[in-house]
């Protein structure tokens, strides 16, 4: 059996940089708290019951708990389950600047040649999924062990407050050995990707009630106004709004593991967005500046979230959605 985050992060004290997350990532792991169902297996929902329940702890920490369960289902679901224990991340952000060469070797291992960026935890992950190039121009995805020659882990690329304890470097590759992790395009023409992405949404929810419940215990004391009341029945039908999206999500998964997921994860990634940016301003406007100032799990949620999101395209995810509908029959039913 393995255990529930909530019950192993209960008596650990809240993550205020990278030393203390890094600590509490390992005790998760040790509890076998990683274990979770695979997307698509029938228990999509216990699996991102289980990432929003981290989030609502501490987001930086689900960030990392998020990318090292991915790693985990990734190579699953691509028939290269991982040989090595320890904390992994899934680094495959591909921005303009960063761009990582993966060549081939005689023995069928990969030389990493390049800088990757967003590197969440490198300073203390064992190993990571890393994408990158082939030779042919092909996407290709590898998985890296970080101790060896040939990793180079900066303090470069990460100047934010939010989210500042996810470590969010970037790394830098010379010659360091890895393993191909699935065929050229296998990475992101496998089912089970949009599955993943839609599990972040489940993480952005659980930072949102991590604020919601901030708020509720910081008016219980009082005797609320209207306004304050108002404030939280909003948070409330947002909350709500989403938690019930996400479990039509995680059951339109479930009876569809093997097709194109596409739209369910976008919207469903959009709509929590929004749901989740409706609890950052009802909390602020209802808690006034003191809670805000004088609490400092509070003040990491409320600065954290927002950087969280934007792993979010914004518009360009709406416009995706939308193309995406055209190859829906009936996308709206009751």
């Known amino acids: 059996m393995t255990a529930r985050p909530g019950s192993v992060l209960e008596d650990a ?11 509490a990532l390992r ?81 069928g291992r990969l030389r990493l040649q390049g800088r990757k960026a967003w590197c969440s935890g490198a300073a203390f992950l064992d190993h990571a999924l890393v994408s990158g190039w082939n030779p042919d121009g092909a996407p290709c995805l590898a998985a890296v ?28 590759f010379d010659g360091a050995l890895a393993e191909p992790v699935g065929a050229p395009h ?30 509720r215990a910081a008016l219980a004391p009082r005797a609320p106004d209207a306004h304050q009341l108002a404030h939280l029945g909003a948070i409330d039908v947002a909350l709500a709004g989403c938690a019930a999206l996400l479990r039509e999500a995680a059951a339109w998964i479930d009876r569809h593991p093997a097709q194109d997921a596409q739209a369910w994860a976008l919207r469903v990634r959009l709509a929590v967005e929004q749901g989740a940016e409706a609890v950052l301003h009802h909390a602020g406007r209802a808690l006034g500046a003191g809670p805000l100032c004088k609490q400092p799990a509070l003040a990491r949620a409320m600065a954290d979230l927002p950087v969280f999101m934007r792993q979010s395209h914004a518009e360009r995810d709406l416009a995706a959605l939308g193309r995406a509908l055209g190859r829906e029959a009936q996308p709206w039913t009751l």
């Open 13 to 23: 004290p809240a993550g205020t940089g990278p030393d203390t997350v890094a600590s």
């Open 27 to 107: 005790a998760l792991l040790a509890s076998g708290a990683d274990r979770l169902p695979l997307p698509g297996s029938g228990r999509t929902l216990a699996r991102w019951r289980r990432l929003a329940a981290v989030a609502e702890r501490d987001l930086a920490l689900a960030k990392l708990y998020e990318g090292h369960t991915d790693a985990l289902a990734i190579q699953q679901e691509l028939g290269c389950a991982p040989a090595q224990a320890g904390a992994w991340g899934t680094w495959c952000a591909e921005p303009p600047q960063a761009r990582l060469a993966l060549l081939p070797q005689r023995d």
């Open 145 to 172: 062990t970080l101790r060896q020659p040939g990793v180079q882990v900066l303090d470069e690329g990460w100047s934010a407050v939010g989210m500042a304890a996810t470590a969010s470097v970037d790394v830098l």
């Open 186 to 215: 296998a990475y992101v023409g496998r089912p089970g990707f949009w599955h993943g992405g839609a599990g972040i949404a489940a993480c952005w929810w659980g930072g949102a009630v991590g604020i919601a419940r901030a708020v």
